[in-house]
T-cell receptor, first 116, second 117 residues
Framework: AQKITQTQPGMFVQEKEAVTLDCTYD???????LFWYKQPSSGEMIFLIY??????QNATEGRYSLNFQKARKSANLVISASQLGDSAMYFC?????????????FGTGTSLTVIP | GAVVSQHPSRVICKSGTSVKIECRSL??????MFWYRQFPKKSLMLMAT?????????EQGVEKDKFLINHASLTLSTLTVTSAHPEDSSFYIC?????????????FGPGTRLTVL
């Protein structure tokens, strides 16, 4: 089974609007971390936001927030007030367990295009 | 945030030659680094986990004799693609486990685009 599933290969959003990028995960480990990364056309992977499995509140970082629904095993990324510079690939990732050397599992990504 | 560099950013080589890619953590020590491969419009595929001072751990299906990994210091890991062939052309990205933080995220290098002619 896929550890991370991103079902939206491509998304479009009007500038200044909000957009939600979907991510579901699969793990039996009670301790895990969820991450979102942005990859612009230049190729670099930019860390956006983190949610720990024991966190009670949804993570927020500026215009990024993570809608964490543990029972549904979903960790959707919400980008508010979209900007043209937000156009990029977005990857959801998970690290299982507490071992900080554990590998990350990545989803297949969502290509976001912000329309002026 | 923590910075990871990769060198070179782009390399074009002839089939049969070897190519070395360097991954450096610039402002922190990284006991663990990861090497990924990414095909166009695809996700990152973990190739190997590189631990300083020990042998790398390769993922299933990755040829350790073809993709040599050396993590000689706490700030440098190298990936050598030996006897490169056109099918090895890809985008290679390294990452390093950053300085301790609650998120304990990985910090990624800018990637190396390898083209084998």
């Amino acid at each position: 089974a896929q550890k991370i599933t991103q079902t939206q290969p491509g998304m479009f959003v009007q500038e200044k609007e909000a957009v939600t990028l979907d991510c579901t995960y699969d793990t039996s480990d009670p301790s895990y971390g969820l991450f979102w990364y942005k990859q612009p056309s230049s190729g670099e992977m930019i860390f956006l936001i983190y949610q720990g499995s024991y966190d009670q509140q949804n993570a927020t970082e500026g215009r990024y927030s993570l809608n964490f629904q543990k029972a549904r095993k979903s960790a959707n990324l919400v980008i508010s007030a979209s900007q043209l510079g937000d156009s990029a690939m977005y990857f959801c990732a998970m690290r299982e367990g507490r071992n900080t050397g554990n590998q990350f599992y990545f989803g297949t990504g969502t290509s976001l295009t912000v329309i002026p | 945030g923590a910075v990871v560099s990769q060198h070179p950013s782009r390399v074009i080589c002839k089939s049969g030659t070897s190519v070395k890619i360097e991954c450096r953590s610039l402002d922190f020590q990284a006991t663990t680094m990861f090497w990924y491969r990414q095909f166009p419009k695809k996700s990152l595929m973990l190739m190997a986990t590189s631990n300083e001072g020990s042998k790398a751990t390769y993922e299933q299906g990755v040829e350790k004799d073809k993709f040599l990994i050396n993590h000689a210091s706490l700030t440098l890991s190298t990936l050598t693609v030996t006897s490169a062939h056109p099918e090895d052309s890809s985008f290679y990205i390294c990452s390093a486990r950053g300085p301790y933080s609650r998120a304990d995220t990985q910090y990624f290098g800018p990637g190396t685009r390898l083209t084998v002619l």
